[in-house]
């Protein structure tokens, strides 16, 4: 009817947009919404949940949001997953100086030059160089070496043993040189009582009787003195070695570990050659 005025009741609706979805990676998979994608297609305003997979790569997740009909344009490149081993498992890793995380065995490193270093307690840290041009089978190997820790050299402790469990203590070691003392003498009186044998029988060479007049009375004399002189010096050693062999023998038992005397030998020489041998208890 004529100048009548009608209420109408619109709701608007944003026009659609065209969604436009590329992916760096040839062959890669796109579902939009959960929907596999054709490009380009039409989405209605809102979000829109985009996934891009491919095989070897870290699955991509973004969201598109479509407005007042304007075309939405979505640019993808998928970061590559490279084989990687790491001993000792569970070291820490940084990419660029970023923490990243082993999955699955494989580890998430972008297109391009990178630094990779792994760390671990007890374990000399390295750092690897990711070249930018990587062939399909490459991987990633990385063996920490443990740190070696300085070792001090061991030390031998040395025990004094207690003079009552020694085997030579002072006083026997005394009977050891005093036997010595012995021998020597024993092995001088041998010798000089040969060679005062020697001399007594170039004396009864030279003459054979002391009441028979002999022209060479003079020589024979002078050897018979020096063959007494053998004689007198053969005894000496004789007796320095039995008083030696004496003393060694009553130190040596009285020098055992628990024997508490006293042993003082005091050699001399004379008329009479010898030892005096004093024993303290």
Known sequence: MANQTTKLDVTLVEAPSLLTVRVAQPGAQVTVDGKAYNAPTKVAAGSHQVVASLAGHMEARLEATAHEGKPVDLDISLTPLVAT?????????????????????????????????ARAKGFQERRIDIQAERPADYEVKIELPPIQVA?????????????????????????????????????????????????????????????????????????????RSRALQANIAYGVAGGAAIAAAVLWMTGAPESPSRVAVTPHVGAVAGLDLSVKF
């Open 85 to 117: 081993h790491v001993e000792p498992p569970g070291a820490e890793l940084l990419l660029d100086d970023k923490p990243v995380t082993i999955a699955d065995g494989n580890l998430p490193i972008p297109q391009g030059a990178h630094v990779l270093v």
């Open 151 to 227: 070792v001090p050299p061991k030390v031998t402790k040395v025990t004094e043993v207690p003079d009552g469990h020694r085997v030579f203590t002072p006083r026997r070691k005394i009977a050891l040189a005093v036997g010595g003392v012995g021998v020597a003498a024993g092995v001088t009186g041998v010798v000089l009582g040969l060679q005062s044998r020697n001399l007594d029988h170039d004396t009864y060479a030279l003459c054979s009787s002391p009441a028979t007049p002999c022209s060479s009375a003079r020589e024979a004399n002078d050897l018979n003195v020096r063959a």
